[in-house]
């Protein structure tokens, strides 16, 4: 019934993204928007067509809805398809038991029934947390040259940071001879991406063996990893160099839709040859009226401009009125921010009305933190929301 | 009622030559990012009408790109959904030598297969010519309503200027019967009420014209079928009073497409409640205002790199605009590239055509300064 499959995609999206604080308190990190017109998860899904995977698992757990309805059949990244395509897995009753996902380890070993349906060679893991764009098909191409039983994408970070990352000690070749999770004192600066890929058979038997574990934290980093370098199996180190962010935080998050501004961005995402596929609903063109001023933007359909904006990143259908003042924030689909309103550092989530004359936010500077007015929030005309504020919708 | 569709998509070319040297009527780009097609596709997408046939000419590689399966309109379906109709030429054509369709029946007559076939009770014809955002269910429920043979969708037009050479138009009595169609010529009347080409007609009575047609070697829909049948058949106007644009000439383009700055045309087109309009998605990224740039009362869509000033401009998207130039009164379509230091006024490009650094041209709003496809100036 199923083609066979050279390589599958598992896509881990259950997370809940906590330290985002009102932008995931009603949906899955992976579903929180980003960059205009995207939501997270767009950038593994796309990196995965665009790199000939055309099977990709998306495992869920947390607040589900909004990533269920938006993965859809996977039209919109061509993945919906006869034979593969995206499909969502969400935790399941089984016959002798019924459990939530209690690691990234475990939520692969409970859809092990999923991946053997294709008879892969190959698994490939991936998480929905971050913003890059990656050619998974030379990682795997790297995997078969060094006959390798996992192998790791890795980047470099600066050594203050390591600390944050499970980081790898490698050999010369490549080959992986030790792995710490977040140490405390980092040997190396080689940071562990999340992006695995192991032959299907070598998981399958660690994966079985880690559940029989009752200590085990069943977790790729804590414990698969450096049970499967134990044991002496071929690991590699697959180094990356391209842009790559953590956006797990209200900071990170608010950086990474920084770096898509100006003429040579970081972050390009004005890419023919490796589009960054999304959802789309349909929304008129943008229109900047006579007297708006707009500098170093980005803007996205459907939005309307009467006001000022600098320095920011607006979502679909945005509307900023008159007088109104944008400045170093990211807005989200479907805000609106009324007449006179200044928004100044801010991230204000979708759907989210900011009241005539109201202020949010201070100017950057050290010490400043990012104000965010989660999705429906309304911000009532003139009201003062301080830097560093979070407040929470009520849908 | 059930109803399907059928969309003219060559009709009139020959009013709008510069664009449709390369492409059919439907495939014309405009409003930033739609074609013409978009419109007739959406208003019966959005009118429940799943089932559309798409009549084709010449000319049509670029409208199979821009349909592809249809799934864009939501169109791509088992049962029903979009139908290109290309042109049916028999070789055994008993006239000797065979030739394309020339008119509105000709076309018809070359899809009744496709007539046939359908089970609707009426079918609703429309040109791509015509750029409105109109519930076709309304027009239905009257033509319903009147026991109508053929509801002809008419909008009052209030200027010479607007109305375009052999535009039909529909007068009507305060029911709504028709009792006179005429041929517009200029200097014939400066304000009237013309038929916009979109109809509903019964099937059955369509069958029976186009049989009729057949039989007697009729070739023009109002002059041999309309005209002969005024006071016979139950013909009827249904009076649109929502926005409704012709474009006639490449004048008429630029007036159409600049109309869009104006709010009040994009709320009539644009941001009608559950009536979006669809185009294809091309999956660009979001446009990116550099440092420098000035925008300013501009319709832009996605995908565009902007560092330089533009003003009063419609922009496609993927257009770049480079450092120090400045644009204004202008069209500009999918993919040109503009360098640095230009400087244009009332000037429309075609898709990738390619505006050098220091490059000055202005053409007239009554006259805009065309640029072909992919041309480097």
């Known amino acids: ?395 | 009622m059930t109803a399907a569709g059928l969309i003219f998509s060559n009709i009139h070319d020959e009013c709008l030559p510069e664009l449709t040297r390369h492409r059919t009527m439907a495939s014309v780009p405009f409003g930033g990012r739609y074609r013409l097609i978009d419109f007739p596709l959406s208003n019966m997408v959005n009118s429940n009408i799943t089932k559309v046939g798409v009549i084709t000419h010449y000319n049509y590689q670029s409208l199979l790109d821009h349909i592809g399966t249809g799934k864009d309109w939501d169109l791509a379906r088992r049962s029903g959904g979009i139908k290109l109709l290309p042109p049916f030429i028999s070789a055994f054509d008993s006239k000797g030598t065979p030739s394309l369709y020339h008119t509105r029946l000709e076309a018809m007559l070359g899809v009744m297969n496709f007539i046939s076939r359908c089970d609707e009770d009426v079918i609703v014809l429309s040109d791509c010519d015509a750029i409105c955002n109109i519930d076709l269910r309304d027009v239905i429920k009257y033509h319903e309503r009147s026991g109508a043979d053929i509801t002809i969708v008419t909008k009052r037009v209030r200027s010479a200027s607007a109305i375009a050479a052999r535009q039909w138009i529909v007068n009507a009595d305060d029911n709504g019967n028709i009792y006179e169609v005429a041929e517009y010529t200029k200097g014939l009347c400066d304000e009237a009420e013309v038929s916009t080409n979109i109809m509903v007609i019964t099937r059955s009575y369509l069958q029976a014209i186009l049989l009729d047609a057949s039989a007697h070697g009729y070739t023009h829909f109002f002059n041999e079928v309309i005209l002969k049948n005024i006071g016979r058949a139950n013909y009827r106007a249904y009076r649109y009073h929502g926005y409704y644009a012709n474009i006639s000439s490449i004048s008429g383009y630029f007036d159409c497409s600049m109309s869009l700055l104006d709010a009040n045309v994009r709320n009539a087109l644009f941001r009608q409640e559950n009536r979006a309009v669809y185009t294809k998605v091309r999956n660009s990224a979001p446009t990116t205002y550099c440092d420098g740039a000035k925008v300013t009362n501009s319709v832009v869509a996605d995908g565009c790199v902007i560092e330089g000033e533009v003003e009063n401009c419609i922009i496609f998207r993927g257009v770049k605009v480079g450092r120090g130039t400045k644009i204004k009164n202008s069209i500009l379509l999918q993919d040109t590239y503009v360098g640095q230091n230009v400087s244009l006024n009332c000037v429309i490009t075609d898709k990738n055509a390619i505006i050098r650094d220091s490059r000055v041209l202005s053409g007239h709003e009554s006259m805009p300064f065309f640029i072909g496809k992919g041309i480097m100036v």
């Open chain 1, 1 to 395: 019934m199923y083609k066979k499959k050279e390589c599958v995609a598992m896509l881990l999206a259950g997370g809940q993204g906590s330290r985002l604080y009102a932008l995931t308190s009603k949906l899955a990190k992976p579903a929180v928007l980003f960059g205009g017109k995207y939501r997270i998860i767009d950038f593994p899904l796309s990196n995965c067509v665009n790199s000939g995977i055309d099977t990709v698992g998306v495992l869920t757990q947390y607040q589900p809805l909004l990533l269920n309805d938006y993965i859809g059949n996977g039209l919109p990244w061509d993945l919906d398809r006869n034979y593969g395509g995206v499909k969502i897995l969400p935790p399941y009753q089984g016959k002798d038991r019924a459990d939530w996902y209690r690691g990234t380890a475990n939520a692969i070993y409970q859809n092990i029934q999923f991946i053997k349906q294709y008879d892969p060679e190959y698994v490939l893991i991936l998480s929905g947390d971050h913003i890059y764009k990656m050619d998974y098909a030379a990682m795997l191409a790297a995997h078969k040259r060094n006959n390798a039983d996992c192998t790791i994408a890795v980047i470099d970070v600066p050594i203050e940071e390591a600390s944050r990352f499970g980081i790898m000690s490698v050999n010369d070749d490549g080959s992986v001879w030790k792995f710490s999770e977040k140490p405390k004192n980092p040997d190396s600066t080689k940071a562990s991406m999340g992006i695995y890929i192991f032959n299907t058979k070598k998981l399958l038997s660690y994966l079985e063996e880690d559940e029989k574990n009752p200590n085990s934290e069943n977790d790729f980093g804590k414990n698969i990893i450096p049970a499967m370098l134990g044991a002496g199996e071929r690991m590699f180190a697959y180094p990356f160099s391209g842009y790559w962010k953590d956006v797990g935080t209200i900071k990170s998050l608010w950086e990474a839709n920084m770096d898509m501004l100006g003429a040579d961005p970081a972050l390009v995402l004005n890419d023919d040859k490796w589009r960054i596929y999304a959802r789309h609903y349909a929304q008129a063109p943008q229109f900047i009226s006579k007297d708006a001023e707009i500098s170093n933007c980005s803007i996205t359909e459907g939005c309307e401009i009467y006001g000022k904006v600098k320095n920011s990143v607006l979502g679909v259908g945005v509307r900023v009125l008159e007088g109104a003042e944008v400045v170093d924030s990211v807005i989200m689909s479907g805000a609106t921010i009324d007449k006179n309103a200044v928004v100044k550092y801010s991230i204000v989530d979708s759907f989210a009305y900011v009241g005539e004359g109201a202020t949010l936010g201070a100017d950057r500077a050290e010490g400043v933190e990012v104000a965010v007015v989660g999705a429906g929030v309304n911000v009532a005309a003139g009201e003062n929301v301080p830097q560093g504020a979070m407040l929470y919708g009520e849908w």
